[in-house]
């Protein structure tokens, strides 16, 4: 089993979401804080963006939806994809979980991207790794290559269940996941709003929030096995 998360999995836990916040993430634009010309152009105001959004990590909880997840633990080979940034998946128990775009609780070197620290304080200007170059988010930021898409893809194309839950399947590339699916995949996808996309007759389309629509598919996978 394969679960794909966006930002709706943790807007339960209190967490906004970019497309249901009018185009605007905490009043800011996106390429006034999540570009590479961002940072370039005004680092004090992208480090003030996410020093604010891990603070307000730090003070919430995984929700009903994530320890679903994690619970089916027990009964699947079960791998997280997540484009969110938080670590929710993880708190919850999820032992698994391949982050596309980066984390928000670490933080890497501005030349040097594979030195990699955990981070929970404010981080700013001056705060440097062992070889003097500024500390920034390690996050992907749009116009930035994925470099966990390749190990996502194979297990997308491995996985014989698959669940999306609480993206547009607007943001590329991760959107394009869905194309590595194979042909005897089981194919679900959970949103309170279902991207406007055509898809294949086997997808199961479950319009509503992260922990209900979890519940019915569930229930779904249940009475399956009971029939087999």
């Given at each position: ?163 999306t839950i609480g993206t547009s ?60």
């Amino acid at each position: 089993m394969v679960i794909f998360s966006g930002a709706g999995m943790s807007a339960e836990s209190g967490l906004k979401t970019f497309r249901d916040n009018g185009g605007l993430w905490e009043n800011h634009r996106v390429e006034e804080v999540a570009t590479p010309q961002a940072w370039a152009s005004n680092p004090q105001l992208v480090l003030d963006f996410y020093n604010m959004r891990r603070s307000q990590l730090l003070k919430s909880e995984p929700n009903k939806a994530h320890e679903i997840i994690a619970s089916w633990e027990d009964q699947f080979d079960l791998k997280v994809i997540t484009q969110n940034i938080d670590n929710l998946h993880e708190r919850a128990g999820s032992k698994d979980v391949l982050h596309l775009h980066g984390e928000l609780l670490k933080v890497r070197s501005e030349e040097d991207p594979d030195r990699i620290y955990h981070w929970e304080e404010d981080l700013k200007l001056g705060d440097h790794c062992e070889k003097g170059t500024q500390l920034r988010p390690h996050v992907v930021w749009f116009g930035e290559s994925v470099p966990m898409m390749a190990i996502a893809e194979k297990e997308v194309r491995e996985a014989d269940i698959f669940i999306t839950i609480g993206t547009s399947l607007n943001v590329y590339p991760a959107a394009s996941l869905v194309n590595c699916i194979a042909e005897h995949t089981q194919c679900y996808l959970i949103d309170p709003k279902i991207p406007r996309l055509n898809f294949p007759d086997k997808w199961t389309l479950i319009q509503d929030t992260a922990y209900k629509g979890l519940k019915q598919v569930g229930n779904l996978l249940k009475k399956e096995k009971e029939t087999i």
